[in-house]
């Protein structure tokens, strides 16, 4: 099985701390590297981290903030310079193109690499192949931001057991898939009698943003919601202001969509301690964990 994981490159808001990384989220999933808001400094935390750079596959970018895509322009001309030769796919909102352009071509470097760019011009299922369905819908921050719903395929699983009291084994597996039946020693055995599709797992990224619907109706049953929660609820007024989330409402925000897993990142510099979000957010959905620069979470299982 591939490596199913979400390292956290960073998880400071708009200005970087002594501990705390621009944003950057780097997620390994079906034998692809999905990295999100790559913020400033993103290509040097690979190296902190002990993972290439050129397990990038795809890059998804919410919004043009700076604390969100200033990376951009380094991680390109990096696999341009290591010569990758799988193509990086780039989504962002269309409206931000320029902006996106200015990152890519801001420096002279050889382009040996080839970007594919996916501007996104309006809310709901943008793709679907054979590794992924990707979903998105526009948030709520002032300038058009996206979220990011990532879901794997359905998967068809065979019960050991079954397969067994019903005499099927080896080659016969592969068979029973592709017709659905067969004919076992005079009966007859269905797919559904001896297997169960496994519904695949979703993971959503909801970056700045106020609370709101649209952002519920993204994380839906997510097995993880990757999440910002900029403030504390003592600095409410502040959240309101520029537009983002404390702690407790993207507490809310899972309990109200039935995730399963939170993680709470985009700490503003005024907090030296992450645990504080835990705590606030916990009271509300208490499987909530607060990102730290380097830390893994091996969650989608």
């Known amino acids: 099985m591939s490596v199913r994981d979400l390292t956290i490159l960073g998880c400071s808001s708009q200005q970087p701390t002594r501990h705390r990384n621009h944003g950057a989220y780097l997620l390994r999933w079906n034998g692809e590297g999905l ?9 040097r935390q690979f190296i902190f981290a002990n993972i290439a750079p050129t397990v990038v596959t795809r890059m998804f970018v919410s919004h043009f903030h700076g604390d969100h895509c200033l990376g951009l322009g380094s991680m390109l001309m990096r696999l341009n310079l290591d010569k990758v030769t799988h193509p990086i796919h780039c989504y962002f909102p269309s409206s931000g193109r320029r902006y996106f352009e200015r ?27 054979e590794k992924f369905k990707i979903e998105t819908t526009y948030l709520k921050h002032g300038v058009d931001c996206l979220g990011w719903r990532i879901t794997e395929p359905n998967q068809r699983k065979f019960c ?42 979703s993971f959503v990224y909801i970056s700045d943003t106020r609370f709101c619907q649209d952002a519920i109706d993204l994380a839906k049953n997510a097995k993880v919601l990757l999440c910002e929660s900029t403030y504390l609820e003592s600095h409410q ?13 993207a507490a809310t925000l899972a309990k109200e969509a039935h995730a399963e897993k ?29 990102a730290e620069d380097l830390k893994v979470f091996s969650i989608l299982k």
């Not at 990295?35 to 290509?43: A, N």
């Not at 597996?173 to 009966?187: C, D, T, W």
């Not at 700490?267 to 705590?279: I, N, Q, T």
Request: hydrophobic share 35%; charged share 30%; no cysteine.
């Open 160 to 201: 050991k057991e079954k397969l067994a009291a019903h005499k099927i084994r080896g080659p016969m597996v592969h068979e029973l898939e592709q017709k659905g039946e067969l004919i076992v020693e005079g009966e007859r055995v269905t797919l559904d009698d001896v297997s169960w599709v496994r519904k695949g797992d």
């Open 35 to 43: 990295l999100f808001d790559p913020g400033e400094g993103t290509q």
């Open 262 to 290: 939170l993680i709470l990142t985009h700490f503003s510099a005024r907090y030296l301690d992450s645990r504080l979000f835990e705590e606030e957010a916990r009271q509300i959905f208490p499987n909530t964990y607060a």
């Open 237 to 249: 007024e502040l959240a309101i202001k520029h537009q983002h989330m404390t702690a407790r409402q």
């Open 103 to 129: 990152l890519q071509y801001g420096t002279i470097y050889h382009e040996a690499t080839r970007v594919i760019k996916h501007p996104v011009h309006e809310a709901g299922l943008y793709s679907d192949d």
